[in-house]
């Protein structure tokens, strides 16, 4: 039985964490929980799996997830702005991820905008965000993965050559409970604060650990490719990069990868 079982005992938090379900191998924890919404299950229900076959990120990529190696998991979200609801809550699962990462190993993990997490300039994490409409607004499921435990030699080539794990950069296991417990409190923190329209306290938190600030990229728009350096991250306003070719040119997160720190 998978350790995180004990999560379903449920937390002391508002909304996040209090209705937990834990499940072995399933496809994709956030097909799961689409099926759940389906079903009625309520805000801030959140599942964890041990593996998934068909892990998935942005833009029709996968996801790998090794069984018994990492944090697997999404939570149901119903934030009553339509508006700009999926950036919003990109970034809150972001900076969620790499509060809890921090509070747990001392790694000082950061975030590559809009929704990666990298631990010394490799990823760690992902965070991917799918909205529906309801008949009473956007039904929202914000899917985190975090390579835990996973050594690099056991990565697929492709992954291993971009991406870390907390254990790789740690030195020794990470306690997935341990971690697990403390992102549904970052998530249900940090919800609460998008709640509140607190703008000002998320952009903060998100340019102090953005790894992107004052970087010159790479960045993929569709076929279009655009250079330049970013000097400002921002919720309402997304990315501003300063163009190599001249001009400033901003950008919303749900349709670009950034492709290089050049
Ligand atoms: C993401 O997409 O980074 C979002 C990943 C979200 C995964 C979670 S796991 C729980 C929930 N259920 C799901 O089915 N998904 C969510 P994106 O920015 O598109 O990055 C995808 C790219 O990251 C891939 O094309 C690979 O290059 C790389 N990648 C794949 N698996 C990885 C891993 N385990 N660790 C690091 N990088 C990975």
């Known amino acids: ?16 964490g209090r209705k937990v379900r834990v499940y072995d191998v399933v496809t994709s924890t956030n097909d799961l929980l689409w099926e759940l919404s389906d079903r009625g299950a309520e805000e801030g229900t959140a599942v964890f799996a041990d593996g998934q076959t068909h892990g998935r990120g942005r833009l029709g990529r996968s996801w790998w997830s090794p069984t018994g190696k990492g944090i697997w998991m999404s939570v149901l979200l119903r934030p009553p702005t339509a508006e700009g609801a ?24 950061l975030i590559r905008w809009p929704n990666d997490i990298l631990v010394r300039g490799k990823k760690a994490a992902g965070v991917l965000v799918e909205a529906r409409a309801a008949p009473n607004g956007r039904i929202l ?10 050594s ?9 050559k971009l991406a870390t794990s907390l254990s790789e950069e740690a030195n020794e296991e990470i306690n997935r409970l341990e971690l697990a417990k403390s992102l549904l409190g970052e998530l249900d923190r940090w919800y609460q604060i998008e709640l509140e329209q607190d703008t000002e306290t998320i952009n903060q ?13 790479v960045l993929e728009q569709g076929r279009q490719r655009y250079e330049g350096t970013v000097f400002d991250v921002d919720v309402r306003f997304g ?9 400033i040119k901003h950008f919303r997160g749900e349709h670009v990868t950034v492709l290089d720190e050049a």
Do not use: C, F, Y
């Open 1 to 16: 039985m998978s350790l995180l079982k004990e999560l379903e005992r449920g937390l002391p938090t508002r909304v996040i």
């Open 86 to 109: 999926v950036p919003m809550t990109t970034i809150v699962g972001a900076l969620a991820t790499a509060d809890a990462v921090r509070a747990t190993t001392r790694l000082p993990a």
């Open 141 to 150: 499921v914000l899917g985190i993965g975090i390579d835990v435990n996973a």
């Open 152 to 160: 690099r030699s056991e990565m697929p080539q492709d992954i291993a």
């Open 205 to 217: 938190r998100w340019r102090s650990l953005s790894a992107t600030l004052g970087s010159r990229i």
């Open 239 to 247: 990315l501003a990069l300063r163009l190599d070719r001249g001009g």
